[in-house]
């Protein structure tokens, strides 16, 4: 399956924005899907999961403030951000796997990964 990550761009401080990922040549089944983010200089790191029953999991960083969903007729996962902050900006990815519930926070455990955009919060 090949992912494609959309709906990165430039918002203020306290702005929102919904980033997109579309599944191609395949769907995400079963599979859990998860949400990344790395900063410059900086290591990728958890934002939240969705499994295929829709149990969701979050970052505490971002807990309140961003929501993870998916819409299986569309083989789309949708991450809402609201209330961003400029230690949000990154290059977001998504990615696709079957991480067992205690390693669903790493990044080894998926597969594979759609190409990423770039959400930037200013000050």
């Known amino acids: 399956v090949q992912l494609q990550a959309s709906g990165g761009g430039l918002v203020p401080a306290g702005g929102s924005l919904r980033l997109s990922c579309e599944a191609s040549?395949?769907?995400?089944?079963?599979?859990?899907v998860g949400w990344f983010r790395q900063a410059p200089g900086q290591e990728r790191e958890f934002v939240s999961a969705?499994?295929?029953?829709?149990?969701?999991y979050y970052a505490d960083a971002v807990k309140g403030r961003f929501t993870v969903s998916r819409d299986g007729a569309k083989n789309t996962v949708y991450l809402e951000m609201n209330g961003l902050k400029p230690d949000d900006t990154g290059v977001y990815y998504c990615a696709v796997g079957r991480p067992i519930l205690s390693s669903l926070r790493v990044p080894e455990m998926y597969g594979s990964w759609g190409q990423g955009t770039l959400v930037t919060v200013s000050s």
């Open positions: 040549g395949g769907t995400f089944g079963t599979d859990a």
């Open positions: 969705i499994r295929w029953y829709s149990i969701t």
